[in-house]
């Protein structure tokens, strides 16, 4: 008999969705000084943070410079660069819908007379 695991299945625990419809999971990271940085902070970083130089100094200032090994900085840039990519692709698709509508109502007429009406 073959037992079959989904995704979810295969991620740890520890690790959170980074959000209700999001396909991103956030892992907890053990860095090599021995300090772990929770799912939970990571994605509260990337969530407050408007760049990715925010983000980095967020955890260089919290955890300091030296704290991080080759390659851990990347991993957190990941999941940054990975929910940011998923949000513009999410806006995206609602601009294009809203295109459509606004497109739709111009060709009604109603909606073009009212943008015409200015009152001075």
Same mark, same amino acid.
């Given at each position: ?17 980074? &959000?209700? =419809?999001?396909?991103?999971?956030? *892992?907890?990271?053990? +860095? ?5 940085? /929770? #799912? $939970? !902070? ?21 955890? &300091?410079? =030296?704290?991080?090994?080759?390659? *851990?900085?990347?991993? +957190? ?5 990975? /929910? #940011? $990519? !998923? ?21 009604? &007429? ?11």
């Amino acid at each position: 008999m073959k037992i079959i695991k989904t995704f979810e299945e295969f991620v740890s625990e520890t690790a959170l969705k980074a &959000g209700e =419809d999001s396909k991103i999971y956030v *892992e907890d990271l053990t +860095l090599d000084s021995g300090d772990t940085i /929770k #799912s $939970a !902070e990571i994605l509260g970083a990337i969530t407050a943070s408007k760049t990715e130089n925010e983000f980095k100094d967020y955890f260089y200032s919290e955890y &300091g410079n =030296d704290a991080f090994a080759e390659g *851990e900085m990347d991993i +957190l840039m990941a999941y940054y660069l990975d /929910k #940011s $990519a !998923e949000e513009a692709e999410i806006e995206k698709e609602e601009g294009g819908e809203e295109g459509e509508e606004e497109s739709g109502e111009a060709e009604g &007429g109603e909606a073009e007379e009212d943008d015409l009406d200015i009152d001075i």
